[in-house]
């Protein structure tokens, strides 16, 4: 089963960055491909963005396209979030999912999924918090 744990998580000004990173391990390198999501308070679970980590394929959900950018890292077995010109609205806590299947993954990112599908597993997740 795979474990992930997320980290690079902080407080941050608006307008300006952090990058968050994803851990994968105890799964088969490859097989598993990543999501990030997050939490504001008092709001639900919303998808951010998607990468096929065996051809780099990419969805991002609208509300982040143009400032933030997913990327792998092969030798680190990891997944990055960069995320630039951050807003107070971004505040919330940031997860990776990871799910041995591509579709159903894009499905939770954009909102789209409403068959009970559950994805194979989450990190437990790092504040990021946008405030002056």
């Known amino acids: 089963q795979v474990q992930l744990v997320e980290s690079g998580g902080g407080l941050v000004q608006p307008g300006g960055s952090l990058r968050l990173s994803c851990a994968a391990s105890?799964?088969?390198?490859?097989?598993?491909?990543i999501g990030w999501f997050r939490q504001a308070p008092g709001k639900e679970r919303e998808g951010i963005a998607c990468?096929?980590?065996?051809?780099?394929?990419?969805v991002y959900a609208e509300s982040v396209k143009g400032r933030f950018t997913i990327s792998k890292d092969n030798v680190k077995e990891s997944v990055s979030l960069q995320m630039d010109s951050l807003e107070p609205e971004d505040t919330g806590v940031y997860y990776c999912?990871?799910?041995?299947?591509?579709?159903?993954?894009?499905?939770?990112?954009?909102?789209?999924?409403?068959?009970?599908?559950?994805?194979?597993?989450w990190g437990r997740g790092t504040q990021v918090t946008v405030s002056s």
């Open positions: 105890g799964g088969t390198q490859g097989a598993f491909d």
């Open positions: 999912a990871a799910d041995g299947a591509w579709a159903p993954l894009i499905h939770h990112i954009l909102g789209e999924e409403n068959s009970g599908y559950q994805l194979d597993g």
């Open positions: 990468i096929n980590v065996e051809d780099g394929r990419i």
